[in-house]
């Protein structure tokens, strides 16, 4: 159960983060220059492949300009 839980998290993570990226008009690349990570940690978060911790979730928030909360609300997934 708890693992589903995990799993659901990571999905509206991702939902969240391109649909994000998408509004702001950035390609993965851009997020992750302006994130200071990868293309590639980027794409495996997008697609829930990859869990992260809290550090990266709050540069990620801060290159799309926004709160760290708001990529795990599942309202805006």
Known sequence: MAGQ???ATRRIL???LRRLRKARDMSQED???AARL????ISKIESAKLSTG???LQRIAKALGT???DL??????
């Not at 990868?38 to 940690?41: K, M």
């Not at 795990?72 to 997934?77: C, G, P």
């Open 14 to 16: 991702a939902r969240n």
């Open 5 to 7: 839980k995990i799993h």
């Open 38 to 41: 990868h293309q590639a940690e």
């Open 67 to 69: 709160r760290p909360a």
């Open 54 to 56: 809290l550090d990266v």
């Open 31 to 33: 997020l992750a220059n």
């Open 72 to 77: 795990l609300d599942d309202k805006n997934s």
